[in-house]
């Protein structure tokens, strides 16, 4: 029965762990917690010859979190465990040789064993046969007890602590004590069978040894823990514990415990940034965040990377609530982009999600039956022109859409006329501008060359060569509303402030920084300065550009330093390098400010060597750690 109750006692605690895992929903680091955690569990010990049954172990532990998954502790512990029943099975006759013999003394009276000869660790042939194994039914005929007291010095480690599952690694130096009684607390005693020694010894002893830990912790609420893993305790055993106990005294095995924390570094939002310089405190768990708290969009869905799954969505696309683009009308085109979103599946589409119309007769291809009528021919709602006349020039392209049948006709549907009334070389049959001016070249239409299709015929361009696309004003010439080099129309960027440098589309050649981003920028100041020389100047001017491109952008600027201290006069004029970098950083702002910059739109801090990009041990990395990083702050 004993057997049984036991089995039904750890069917009971998987259920119960089961049910409390998903209702765990805090992450947890323990940087600065102190926290107080007492449990129990089953152990075995581990010998040469198993006489033992399975014992219970109560333990507690005091803990410090020096850093965010690193803790320091106290641990304190008690177990007990019986002799097994299969000692029962055994007796002199069977084994032969001799034995240690067993006793206890209380008071003056002396008791021994019913089997007085019966050593404790016997032979392979005594106890070989009927080892206890995983038992918990205890001996009738010895009534031997044995229980341990521990004390640890420990260090533990944890790793995933920004979710709510913490595997863990304990190790310990622990002073740890054993004794063997009867049931009445009375310590047995032993006589050695290896020596001539007939000295009756109490079967106690204490010894530094090591304890190991290895498990996990949930948390089911904020500052609760629950633990559970594999303990082991290995004393440093000497001689007289191997005589009398074999090596009882090291065992291993299973543990619960509940913790509770106190204190620590607060982290609200479980985003790895403590709450005191945290600017986006309510940030959901799971999200990518900048050094500030915030955060992270890269793709500007709405959807913040780290619980994006689509991270790279084009801009501009309509998302769900995982960041994957909606397509209503599977197009390949996403809503928010799509213009037509109830295109029929299977339709080609352009670049807006429009179904193609390649002879724009107003019938898409997907439905269109003929799709290379002429423009401007009238079409049924298959996209096949009408001919009335059937002179062969269809509708809506014929000037003369009642022609007699058979009829011989111009390209225009009317009976052929050698009449040129504007005198460009095209009779009027043909010509599509029959009021051409008298001396303009026109083309084999009647029309006036445009060589630069501008839409301004040459004979009134006064800038002939206008490249294909520019927008241009009524005499031909291209339109520069930004003034950036590059003409309207080509400008894919025809907003750019004055002063910006821009690349051949007219964009600024600085790309915009995101919130968090930051560029980095090696700025040449003379040992121990911080006034902005002239080729300092030239290596700030990426930093103006970006500035005035982006005149919404609020930035941060970042000194910093190598990690070579100031030293000589040097160091009179400055404390440490974290001095030097505010005092660069703030006399960046202000040559930023002589060039027009708005000053309320910069800040300044100095991070001195705490933060470099590369060694600090070569001429070149420290060349790279003395710079100026501009962040965008908003």
Same mark, same amino acid.
């Given at each position: 029965?004993?057997?049984?109750?036991?089995?039904?006692?750890?069917?009971?605690?998987?259920?119960?762990?089961?049910?409390?895992?998903?209702?765990?929903?805090?992450?947890?680091?323990?940087?600065?917690?102190?926290?107080?955690? $007492?449990?129990?569990? $089953?152990?075995?010990?581990?010998?040469?010859?198993?006489?033992?049954?399975?014992?219970?172990?109560?333990?507690?532990?005091?803990?410090?979190?020096?850093?965010?998954?690193?803790?320091?502790?106290?641990?304190?512990?008690?177990?007990?465990?019986?002799?097994?029943?299969?000692l029962?099975?055994?007796?002199?006759?069977?084994?032969?040789?001799?034995?240690?013999?067993?006793?206890?003394?209380?008071?003056?009276? %002396?008791?021994?064993?019913?089997?007085?000869?019966a050593?404790?660790?016997?032979t392979?042939?005594?106890?070989?046969?009927?080892?206890?194994?995983?038992?918990?039914?205890?001996?009738?005929?010895?009534?031997?007890?044995?229980?341990?007291?521990t004390?640890?010095?420990?260090?533990?480690?944890?790793?995933?602590?920004?979710?709510?599952?913490?595997?863990?690694?304990?190790?310990?130096?622990?002073?740890?004590?054993y004794?063997?009684?009867?049931?009445?607390?009375?310590?047995?005693?032993?006589?050695?069978?290896?020596?001539?020694?007939?000295?009756?010894?109490?079967?106690?002893?204490?010894?530094?040894?090591?304890?190991?830990?290895?498990?996990f912790?949930?948390?089911?609420?904020?500052?609760?823990?629950?633990?559970?893993?594999?303990v082991?305790?290995?004393?440093?055993?000497?001689?007289?514990?191997?005589?009398?106990?074999?090596?009882?005294?090291?065992?291993?095995?299973?543990?619960?415990?509940?913790?509770?924390?106190?204190?620590?570094?607060?982290?609200?939002?479980?985003?790895?940034?403590?709450?005191?310089?945290?600017?986006?405190?309510?940030?959901?768990?799971?999200?990518?965040?900048?050094?500030y708290?915030?955060?992270?969009?890269? +793709?500007?869905?709405?959807?913040?990377?780290?619980? +994006?799954?689509?991270?790279?969505?084009?801009y501009?696309?309509?998302?769900?609530?995982?960041?994957?683009?909606?397509?209503?009308?599977?197009?390949?085109?996403?809503?928010?982009?799509?213009?037509?979103?109830?295109?029929?599946?299977?339709?080609?589409?352009?670049?807006?999600?429009?179904?193609?119309d390649?002879?724009?007769?107003?019938?898409?291809?997907f439905?269109?039956?003929?799709?290379?009528?002429?423009?401007?021919a009238?079409?049924?709602?298959?996209?096949?022109?009408?001919?009335?006349?059937?002179?062969?020039?269809?509708?809506?392209?014929?000037?003369?859409?009642?022609?007699?049948?058979?009829?011989?006709?111009?390209?225009?549907?009317c009976?052929?006329?050698?009449?040129?009334?504007? =005198?460009? =070389?095209?009779?009027?049959?043909?010509?599509?501008?029959p009021?051409?001016?008298?001396?303009?070249?026109? +083309?084999?239409?009647?029309?006036?060359? +445009?060589?630069?299709?501008?839409?301004?015929?040459?004979?009134?361009?006064k800038?002939?060569?206008?490249?294909?696309?520019?927008?241009?004003?009524?005499?031909?010439?291209?339109?520069?509303?930004?003034?950036?080099?590059v003409?309207?129309?080509?400008?894919?960027?025809p907003?750019?402030?004055?002063?910006?440098?821009?690349?051949?589309?007219?964009?600024?050649?600085?790309?915009?920084?995101?919130k968090?981003?930051?560029?980095?920028?090696?700025?040449?100041?003379?040992?121990c300065?911080?006034?902005?020389?002239?080729?300092?100047?030239?290596?700030?001017?990426?930093?103006?550009?970006?500035?005035?491109?982006?005149?919404?952008?609020?930035?941060?600027?970042?000194?910093?330093?190598?990690?070579?201290?100031?030293?000589?006069?040097?160091?009179?004029?400055?404390?440490?390098?974290?001095?030097?970098?505010?005092?660069?950083?703030?006399? %960046?702002?202000?040559w930023?400010?002589?060039?027009?910059?708005?000053?309320?739109?910069?800040?300044?801090? =100095?991070?001195?060597?705490?933060?470099?990009?590369?060694?600090?041990?070569?001429?070149?990395?420290?060349?790279?750690?003395?710079?100026?990083?501009?962040?965008?702050?908003?």
């Amino acid at each position: 029965m004993r057997k049984k109750r036991k089995g039904s006692e750890m069917k009971r605690l998987v259920i119960v762990l089961a049910l409390v895992f998903p209702l765990c929903v805090s992450a947890e680091e323990v940087l600065e917690k102190i926290s107080v955690g $007492l449990g129990g569990g $089953l152990f075995k010990n581990a010998m040469m010859f198993d006489y033992m049954v399975i014992g219970k172990s109560y333990s507690g532990e005091l803990k410090y979190g020096i850093t965010k998954d690193l803790e320091i502790g106290f641990w304190g512990g008690y177990g007990v465990t019986y002799a097994a029943n299969n000692l029962d099975a055994g007796s002199p006759d069977s084994v032969g040789g001799v034995f240690r013999r067993t006793r206890v003394v209380v008071g003056d009276s %002396v008791f021994t064993y019913p089997y007085h000869e019966a050593r404790l660790w016997g032979t392979p042939y005594a106890l070989g046969k009927s080892r206890a194994g995983f038992i918990f039914d205890r001996s009738k005929i010895f009534n031997w007890k044995y229980s341990y007291t521990t004390l640890a010095l420990f260090v533990q480690f944890r790793s995933m602590t920004r979710s709510i599952f913490n595997p863990l690694i304990l190790a310990g130096i622990e002073r740890y004590n054993y004794k063997l009684t009867d049931d009445n607390g009375h310590i047995i005693q032993g006589l050695s069978t290896s020596s001539q020694d007939t000295t009756w010894k109490d079967i106690k002893n204490s010894h530094w040894g090591l304890l190991t830990r290895i498990g996990f912790e949930i948390f089911p609420a904020e500052n609760v823990g629950i633990q559970a893993g594999a303990v082991a305790h290995f004393p440093f055993t000497d001689p007289f514990t191997k005589e009398y106990m074999d090596s009882l005294v090291s065992s291993a095995g299973l543990e619960a415990k509940l913790t509770f924390y106190y204190g620590g570094v607060k982290d609200s939002d479980k985003d790895g940034v403590i709450n005191k310089i945290d600017r986006c405190p309510d940030t959901p768990f799971g999200a990518i965040v900048d050094e500030y708290g915030c955060p992270m969009d890269s +793709d500007g869905d709405g959807v913040f990377d780290g619980l +994006d799954k689509c991270p790279n969505t084009i801009y501009g696309a309509v998302v769900d609530l995982t960041g994957c683009a909606v397509d209503s009308d599977q197009d390949g085109v996403p809503d928010g982009i799509d213009r037509c979103v109830n295109t029929p599946k299977g339709a080609r589409v352009d670049s807006l999600g429009c179904p193609i119309d390649q002879d724009k007769d107003g019938v898409p291809d997907f439905k269109d039956r003929c799709p290379n009528t002429p423009v401007g021919a009238i079409v049924d709602s298959v996209g096949c022109p009408f001919d009335s006349d059937g002179d062969g020039v269809y509708d809506g392209i014929d000037e003369c859409p009642n022609s007699p049948q058979g009829s011989v006709v111009a390209r225009n549907g009317c009976p052929p006329s050698k009449v040129d009334t504007d =005198g460009d =070389g095209i009779t009027d049959d043909i010509d599509r501008c029959p009021d051409t001016p008298r001396g303009v070249q026109v +083309d084999s239409l009647g029309c006036p060359l +445009d060589l630069d299709w501008d839409t301004v015929p040459d004979y009134k361009d006064k800038c002939p060569k206008t490249p294909r696309g520019a927008i241009v004003d009524t005499v031909g010439c291209p339109l520069d509303g930004d003034k950036d080099g590059v003409y309207d129309g080509l400008d894919r960027c025809p907003n750019t402030p004055p002063g910006v440098e821009v690349d051949s589309v007219g964009c600024p050649i600085v790309k915009e920084l995101k919130k968090g981003e930051s560029i980095s920028i090696t700025v040449h100041f003379e040992s121990c300065e911080w006034t902005v020389t002239e080729q300092a100047a030239k290596d700030l001017e990426i930093g103006l550009q970006l500035l005035k491109a982006y005149p919404e952008m609020r930035v941060v600027i970042e000194g910093h330093t190598d990690d070579r201290p100031p030293v000589g006069e040097c160091a009179r004029r400055v404390k440490n390098n974290t001095e030097l970098s505010i005092l660069r950083a703030k006399a %960046v702002k202000d040559w930023y400010v002589k060039q027009g910059i708005d000053p309320s739109r910069m800040e300044t801090i =100095g991070y001195g060597e705490t933060r470099p990009r590369d060694t600090n041990q070569t001429p070149e990395g420290r060349a790279n750690n003395r710079r100026i990083e501009i962040r965008r702050i908003e």
